[in-house]
């Protein structure tokens, strides 16, 4: 007997026109009454795994102990199980597929401790199709370990390591510049990037930043209405990464961005003028 949970964290590319999320949610409460379910988010976009496991890996740490139930995953049905991860101590247990989507989320939480593949079919509902992974296979599994089932009970172990890692890349350095990409893009249009603050800590408060085709002079700030009118700021944002913002308005439209683009940063030279100009014609009033 394993220790019991009441809470599972759940994150999916479902969206809520369809019946799925209920469905699933239907599932554990008829299997584990006790439990509530925290919809973490059900809007990424469909197959994203990218999106899916930067969000997980942006809130693990403020999820309550128990079970995250997360599923983007465009090779369902193919045959490759789904499995389940411990994490410190046991004080949480991620189950989804094995494509890289629980990976950052993992590390974040201090790495694996036990994972096992959730290969024994009887544990599972009986379905006429094999494509919904997460309502046959993740939602009882789930209610199971909030019932107390120990995680050597609900599969075949494994070992963590032969797991596929996750998609997010690092930045690296080429020369004076640091390339990195924009991990993700909200619905403000706030970019963040996959730089922290310490990664250019010595560059002072303005720095150049290329993304595509676009570079303009970008300036530290502490949050958006310190950027001033026009302006494009780097901010730390909420998950201690580096942002670039506009002032009510959107970055991503202002530099042509979407999510995975390359982002180039770099220290100004002596000769950088910074910001943009805009030619504008003045026509008398009347």
């Known amino acids: 007997m394993g220790r019991t949970y009441d809470t599972i964290s759940f994150l999916s590319d479902f969206g809520t026109a369809d019946e799925h999320v209920g469905v699933i949610k239907s599932i554990v409460r008829d299997l584990a009454p006790h439990v509530v ?14 999106a899916g496991s930067i969000a ?16 983007v995953d ?27 989507l629980l990976a950052p989320a993992v590390a974040l939480a201090g790495g694996a401790d036990r994972a096992v593949l959730l290969d024994l079919d009887d544990l599972h509902l009986a379905a006429p199709g094999v494509t919904m992974t997460a309502r046959d296979v993740l939602a ?8 107390g089932a120990d995680l050597f009970e609900l599969g075949s172990a494994v070992d963590a390591d032969v797991l596929v890692p996750g ?14 990409e924009v991990l993700a893009i909200d619905r403000f249009g706030n970019c963040q990037l996959n730089i922290g603050p310490d990664d250019v800590a010595s560059w002072g408060e303005q720095l150049h930043v290329t993304i595509g085709e676009i570079s303009r002079v970008a300036r ?17 944002d909420g998950s201690g990464m580096l942002s670039l913002v506009l ?24 000769d950088d003028r910074g910001g943009v100009t805009t030619p504008v014609t003045l026509r008398p009033l009347g």
């Open 247 to 270: 002032d009510r308005r959107s970055a991503a439209e202002e530099l042509a961005a979407s999510a995975g683009d390359q982002a180039t940063l770099r220290p100004l030279d002596a």
């Open 140 to 147: 009882p599994i789930a209610a199971r370990l909030c019932n």
């Open 37 to 50: 379910v925290v919809d973490l988010t059900h809007d990424i976009a469909p197959f994203d795994v990218r």
């Open 74 to 100: 465009p090779g369902a049905g193919l045959g490759r199980p789904s499995v389940a991860v411990e994490v410190a101590g046991g004080a949480g247990v991620l189950l989804g597929p094995d494509n890289g």
């Open 220 to 236: 530290r700030v502490p949050t958006f209405g310190a950027v001033g009118a026009g302006a494009v700021g780097l901010v730390v």
């Open 167 to 180: 998609v997010v890349p690092l930045p690296r350095h080429e020369g004076d510049a640091l390339v990195g």
């Open 56 to 71: 997980l890996a942006r809130a693990v740490s403020y999820l309550p102990s128990g079970v995250v139930l997360a599923c």
